[in-house]
């Protein structure tokens, strides 16, 4: 039997718990990890400010970082990433912010711009990885 467990990032918790979003932001399923989507919302209040692309980039990569973290793993023990960005005219500025995050580590990875965005922010990121 795997066991799964679901790690606690309490900024992410503090989000869901606010928008009423029936999701975990991050499981542990036996040697795997799966990030949900990240947002761009403010770790301190849950809440989404309106940013430039640049600075949800980061703030979503650094939240991704923490789910990792927060369930025994590293941005190094990605394997698949999927990139949701509202404009496909922001690629090379993600794109750019994505490379200084992963660094030589290139793990598989799918940029996606859906036709119809749903949200107060420009972009998502999700994630599989394995545990350290």
């Known amino acids: 039997m795997i066991e799964i467990s679901k790690p606690d990032v309490p900024a992410l918790t503090k989000f869901a718990e ?4 029936p999701t975990s932001s991050v499981v542990r399923a036996g040697d795997w990890v799966y990030v949900s989507g990240m947002p761009p919302v403010n770790p301190e209040t ?4 309106i940013l430039p ?5 980061r703030r979503v990569l650094e939240h991704l970082k923490s789910c990792l973290e927060a369930a025994g793993s ?3 023990r990605v394997v698949k990433c999927t990139v949701y960005c509202s404009n496909p005219a922001y690629f090379a500025i993600v794109n750019g912010i994505y490379a200084e995050y ?3 580590h ?3 990875r799918t940029f996606f711009c859906p036709g119809g965005w749903f949200g107060p922010f420009d972009l998502e ?3 599989v990885a394995l545990v350290k």
Do not use: T
């Open 18 to 21: 606010r928008n009423n979003v």
């Open 46 to 49: 849950g809440a989404y400010d």
């Open 106 to 108: 290139k793990p598989a």
């Open 74 to 76: 590293a941005l190094d």
């Open 125 to 127: 990121i999700d994630c």
């Open 53 to 57: 692309i640049d600075q949800q980039a």
């Open 102 to 104: 992963f660094g030589a």
